[in-house]
T-cell receptor, first 109, second 122 residues
Framework: GENVEQHPSTLSVQEGDSAVIKCTYS??????FPWYKQELGKGPQLIID?????GEKKDQRIAVTLNKTAKHFSLHITETQPEDSAVYFC????????FGAGTTVTVRA | GAVVSQHPSWVICKSGTSVKIECRSL??????MFWYRQFPKQSLMLMAT?????????EQGVEKDKFLINHASLTLSTLTVTSAHPEDSSFYIC??????????????????FGAGSRLTVL
C-alpha cells in the first residue's frame, strides 16, 4: 500500500516568515495530493490540493509543489500568521487517502 | 461547498456498551464514505471504506464485528462501536466523496471531512 512520510514533525517560525513542509510517497499510482489543516479537537480541513498532472499550485499565501519523478511534494506557507498555527497533514491518494504523520506548526508572534 | 456533519461530537460510555456515530453529507450525495481513527498526537488511520448499498471494506487489522458500518443511503453512514472498551477511546472521523465532484479523468478523490467524534470509554 501507499506509504507517506512527512517532515518535519514540528516547526516553529516567526510571524511573517515562511514555513515549508515536505512529504514523500511510495505508490507511483497515486494521483491526488491534498494538504489538510487540523486544529485541536476538530476534523481536518482541506487547504490546498494538487493533481498528478500539475507541478505547482498556489492559493494566496499557500503553495504546493509536486515532483512525480522523485515522488515528493511540499507545502509552502508564506507570510505566516498566528492563526496558521495548527497540525498540517499531507496525503496521497489513488482512491484511498494515506496520510503523513503530521507537522505541528507554531507561529511565534 | 460540500459539508459533512458528524454526530455526536463527543460521547462518554461505560465499558461493554455500544456507541453509534453518524456521518451525513448535507448537500451532496456520497456513494463512498471513509472512517478514520485518530489517537492523540497521531495521524489519521483509515479503518474502513463504506459503500452505499453494499458491505464495508475494512483495512487490515480492523475488526469488522467490532466496528459495524452501515451505509444505507447516499447521505448517511453510521459506525457502531460494539462492546466498547477503554482501548477503543479515540477520535473517530468520517469523510465523504461527492459523487459528482472530483476529476473523473485522473480519478482524483476529493474528500470532505466531518468534525470528528471523541469517544471516551470508562
Amino acid at each position: 500500500g501507499e506509504n507517506v512520510e512527512q517532515h518535519p514533525s514540528t516547526l516553529s517560525v516567526q510571524e511573517g516568515d515562511s514555513a515549508v513542509i515536505k512529504c514523500t510517497y511510495s505508490d507511483s499510482a497515486s494521483n491526488y495530493f491534498p494538504w489538510y489543516k487540523q486544529e485541536l479537537g476538530k476534523g481536518p480541513q482541506l487547504i490546498i490540493d494538487i493533481r498528478s498532472n500539475v507541478g505547482e499550485k498556489k492559493d494566496q499565501r499557500i503553495a504546493v509543489t509536486l515532483n512525480k519523478t522523485a515522488k515528493h511534494f511540499s507545502l509552502h506557507i508564506t507570510e505566516t500568521q498566528p492563526e496558521d498555527s495548527a497540525v498540517y497533514f499531507c496525503a496521497a491518494s489513488n482512491y484511498k487517502l494515506s496520510f503523513g504523520a503530521g507537522t505541528t506548526v507554531t507561529v511565534r508572534a | 461547498g460540500a459539508v459533512v456533519s458528524q454526530h455526536p461530537s463527543w460521547v462518554i460510555c461505560k465499558s461493554g456498551t455500544s456507541v453509534k456515530i453518524e456521518c451525513r453529507s448535507l448537500d451532496f450525495q456520497a456513494t463512498t464514505m471513509f472512517w478514520y481513527r485518530q489517537f492523540p498526537k497521531q495521524s489519521l488511520m483509515l479503518m474502513a471504506t463504506s459503500n452505499e448499498g453494499s458491505k464495508a471494506t475494512y483495512e487490515q487489522g480492523v475488526e469488522k464485528d467490532k466496528f459495524l458500518i452501515n451505509h444505507a443511503s447516499l447521505t448517511l453512514s453510521t459506525l457502531t462501536v460494539t462492546s466498547a472498551h477503554p482501548e477503543d477511546s479515540s477520535f473517530y472521523i468520517c469523510s465523504a466523496r461527492d459523487y459528482f465532484s472530483g476529476d473523473r479523468l485522473s480519478g482524483a478523490n476529493v474528500l470532505t471531512f466531518g468534525a470528528g467524534s471523541r469517544l471516551t470509554v470508562l
